[in-house]
C-alpha cells in the first residue's frame, strides 16, 4: 500500500521560510506525478504546485508563484517544497498528493499533511 510522509511543518513569522518533505512508500515503481495542496480553515483544498517526474516540468498556483520552489529528491518519489517570503495567507495544512499512472492529475495518494502556521 502506498503511503506517503509529509514533513517539515511549523510555525515562522511572515518573511521567513519553511521547506517541507514528502516521501512516498510502499512502491518500487516511480510515481509519475507528486503535488503539493494546501488547506485553510472554512476555505476550499488549493493546488499549490506540481512536478511531472517524467518531463521535469513543474507548475505552480499563481499565488505562490516566484515565492515557493518545488524539487525532486534523489532518492525515489520524494518532493520538496522550499516556501520562502511567508505571508499570513500561507497558513494551511499542507497536503502531498501523488498519482498511480499513467495519467498525472488522478491524485490516488494523499499524505496526512503537515500544518503550517505565519504569523505577521
Known amino acids: 500500500q502506498v503511503q506517503l510522509v509529509e514533513s517539515g511543518g511549523g510555525s515562522v513569522q511572515a518573511g521567513g521560510s519553511l521547506r517541507l518533505s514528502c516521501a512516498a512508500s510502499g512502491i518500487t515503481v516511480s510515481l509519475p506525478c507528486m503535488h503539493w495542496f494546501r488547506q485553510a480553515p472554512g476555505r476550499e483544498r488549493e493546488r499549490v504546485g506540481s512536478?511531472?517526474?517524467?518531463?521535469?516540468?513543474?507548475d505552480y498556483a499563481d499565488s505562490v508563484k516566484g515565492r515557493f520552489t518545488i524539487s525532486q529528491g534523489s532518492a525515489k518519489n520524494t518532493v520538496y517544497l522550499q516556501m520562502d517570503l511567508l505571508k499570513p495567507e500561507d497558513t494551511a495544512m499542507y497536503y502531498c498528493?501523488?498519482?498511480?499512472?499513467?495519467?498525472?492529475?488522478?491524485?490516488?495518494?494523499w499524505g496526512q499533511g503537515t500544518q503550517v502556521t505565519v504569523s505577521s
Open positions: 498528493a501523488a498519482d498511480a499512472g499513467p495519467w498525472c492529475g488522478t491524485y490516488n495518494y
Open positions: 512536478l511531472n517526474a517524467r518531463t521535469g516540468t513543474i
